[in-house]
């Protein structure tokens, strides 16, 4: 939106302000004659001031390029005041960045559109009340950037619209964004950072999306939320969809999260019952992960149901988490007892290598390996048990046996001293082919 002239004359009926005063001046212009309103003129380029006259005859002027973004932003968006500058690269600038050099910057370039667009012409008190504006720094959430607030919207518009056609390079070159783009709302992660009380609740295994309103409602309920509390931007729904390779789908995967602020302190999560078309058919296991709450331990004993460490009286979780583990590693040791059966053949040859090996070492072979080629869970100075981390890493690599689980594997004693060192030497030296357990 290019300025209209003004004289230091006194105001007319229109006003010094006035969008009518503005809208009659500018319909005297060539623009005018070309079929180009108001919120449709290309922006002039500041760099590009007017030739002098030849012999007091006009000079023609081609038409200027048309603008890369669109022009009628301005009315869209009565609030275009407010610019942020950011890296075009992505990187940070600091949140106490220097903003002397983008003021001198600024400055410089408000001075060239004002003399482009005639604001000399202006009153005084006028001009400076146009070219006025504020630098400061911008922090929202992770985001960074050096904010520009103008007092006029005409001259933010053309700033804006100079740096989208030519990018500002201070040391590094820029981008140009509105406010309103840069302070966008912030993700349930980043607002969770600034707020402690935040919680982002999630519910997985859905049967019905339907019944989704209903679990807000349970959840409203336990956390005591008023009215107010549970309404807009501070309550909100999320029914989760199925990413593939980091892309969203349509599909929703039977998870929805809640996000919203514990304001009365809860202590408890809440054990929220599970529909079928409305109909209860069990509840949300929090030992099962079908309910979480982010960054927060939930006990799997639903009649304590505690958030973090506070636990009631005579509360299971404990026993019930050992419960789950032990069945847990009973289903690991299954699976890999089916993976031992399907490679039989191999394990045979690795078992006769093993005795071989163990033969040469002049060290005891492990009976229990010898019968199921698997190594002894508990402590075992025989061979291979005794050095299983290592064969783990040298003969094992890339067998059926990195399936293993950890917790199969031999536990390995205190590290021998020094003198159990040279005895076992010496023992070996005497031509005992076999070694005491004693340490």
């Known amino acids: 939106m290019a300025y209209a002239s003004r004289t230091a004359a006194p105001a007319t009926a229109s006003g010094l302000g006035s969008d009518a005063g503005m809208r009659e001046a500018a319909s005297k212009r060539p623009a005018a004659a070309a079929g180009l309103g108001d919120g449709d003129r290309p922006v002039r380029s500041p760099t590009a001031a007017a030739p002098p006259e030849k012999h007091g005859a006009p000079q023609l002027h081609p038409p200027p390029p048309p603008p890369t973004t669109d022009n009628n932003l301005i009315k869209e968006d009565p609030s275009l005041r407010v610019l ?26 408000v001075e060239v559109i004002a003399k482009n667009n005639n604001l000399d012409l202006w009153e005084a008190e006028a001009q400076k009340t146009e070219k006025d504006f504020d630098v400061r720094n911008a922090v929202h959430g992770k985001n960074t950037g050096i904010l520009i607030e103008f007092n006029s919207q005409k001259m933010a518009y053309e700033i804006y619209m100079h740096y989208v056609q030519n990018a500002l390079i201070l040391g590094f070159k820029h981008k140009v964004l509105r406010a309103r783009d840069f302070y966008t709302e912030l993700e349930p992660e980043m607002l969770r950072e600034e707020n402690s009380n935040l919680l982002i609740l999630y519910l997985r295994n859905i049967p019905t999306i339907a019944n989704v309103s209903a679990y807000q409602r349970q959840v409203i309920a336990h956390f005591k939320l008023t009215d107010e509390e549970a309404k807009g931007r501070l309550f909100r729904t999320e029914i989760l969809r199925t990413e593939l390779a980091g892309e969203k789908t349509e599909n929703r995967d039977g998870a929805v999260q809640f996000i919203f602020e514990n304001t009365h302190n809860i202590k408890t999560y809440p054990v929220i019952d599970m529909l079928l078309e409305g109909e209860k058919i069990g509840t949300f296991s929090a030992a099962r992960r079908q309910i979480t709450i982010k960054g927060t331990d939930l006990c799997p004993d639903a009649s304590c149901a505690a958030m973090g460490n506070m636990h009631k009286m005579g509360c299971k979780g404990k026993e019930l988490e050992a419960q789950r583990q032990q069945a847990r590693e009973f289903a690991k040791c299954k699976n890999f007892d089916k993976v031992l059966g399907a490679n039989r053949a191999q394990a045979q040859a690795l078992r006769i290598g093993f005795k071989q090996a163990a033969m040469a070492k002049k060290m005891n072979f492990c009976k229990n390996f010898n019968a199921k080629a698997v190594p002894c869970q508990g402590e075992c100075m025989a061979y291979p048990c005794c050095e299983w981390p290592e064969i783990m890493e040298t003969e094992l690599d890339g067998t059926f046996y990195t399936e293993l689980p950890a917790f199969r594997w031999p536990k390995r004693r205190s590290k021998p001293g020094k003198a159990t060192k040279e005895n076992r030497a010496l023992r070996r030296a005497a031509g005992n082919g076999t070694i005491d357990e004693e340490m």
């Open 84 to 109: 942020v500058l950011q890296p075009d690269d992505g990187s940070k600038i600091s949140g106490e960045a220097d903003t002397e050099d983008y003021m001198n910057m600024l400055r410089a370039q």
